[in-house]
Every structure is written in structure tokens, then in C-alpha cells.
């Protein structure tokens, strides 16, 4: 019931910056959590970042200090704001939201790659 489309994604030195946007539209009411995981070639799909709706977020170990999500409120878009980006960042990365009974809706991805 609620559909997400990510964008921003593209090509970033290492040690530049990049913003994602996810897009969210349907049941947004009902969102009680939202989210960014991120899938790199090869590798499971791992969490990078998440918030509640009273906006407590958590981040992942590795991206902790460099990255930033914030969404709007009412849940509408959702964004994930990317600096100081390693090589070890390339991955595509994935909207997520939690809403009402525990339902989980995914973006199709976006394609963040970090070369010189």
C-alpha cells in the first residue's frame, strides 16, 4: 500500500557528498518507520540508516558521522544525506518503510558508485 521510488543517486569522488530522496505515496499515514538499506555486489542487504516517527534515527557503525537521514512530517519524502563517501559506499541503495501491522514496502533502489 505505500510505494517508494529513490532518487539521487550517481557516480562521486571519494570524499564528496550526495543527497538520496525516496519518494513515499499511497498509505503514507500509516507509516510508523522508515529507512535506508544499502546492497553492495556480491553481499547481503544491510541497514545504513533508520528513524520512527518521532524522529530517533540510527545509523550504522560504518557510516555513523558521515551520513544523515531526516523525512518529512507527515511521512512524504524521505532523504539520506551522504559526505565524506569511501569506495566502501558503492552499493545500490534501498528505501524502506514499516507501516501499520508490521508491513514493509521497498524502493527499487538507486545506484550510488564512489570512484576517481
Known amino acids: 500500500q505505500v510505494h517508494l521510488v529513490e532518487s539521487g543517486g550517481g557516480l562521486v569522488q571519494p570524499g564528496g557528498s550526495l543527497r538520496l530522496s525516496c519518494a513515499a505515496s499511497g498509505s503514507t499515514a500509516g507509516i510508523n518507520s522508515m529507512g535506508w538499506y544499502r546492497q553492495a555486489p556480491g553481499k547481503e542487504r544491510d541497514l545504513v540508516a533508520s528513524?520512527?516517527?518521532?524522529?530517533?534515527?540510527n545509523l550504522a557503525a560504518s557510516v555513523k558521522g558521515r551520513f544523515t537521514i531526516s523525512s518529512d512530517n507527515p511521512w512524504n519524502t524521505l532523504y539520506l544525506q551522504m559526505n565524506s563517501l569511501k569506495p566502501e559506499d558503492t552499493a545500490v541503495y534501498y528505501c524502506?518503510?514499516?507501516?501499520?501491522?508490521?508491513?514493509?514496502?521497498w524502493g527499487q533502489g538507486t545506484q550510488v558508485t564512489v570512484s576517481s
Open positions: 524502506t518503510a514499516v507501516a501499520n501491522w508490521n508491513t514493509r514496502s
Open positions: 528513524i520512527t516517527r518521532d524522529g530517533l534515527t
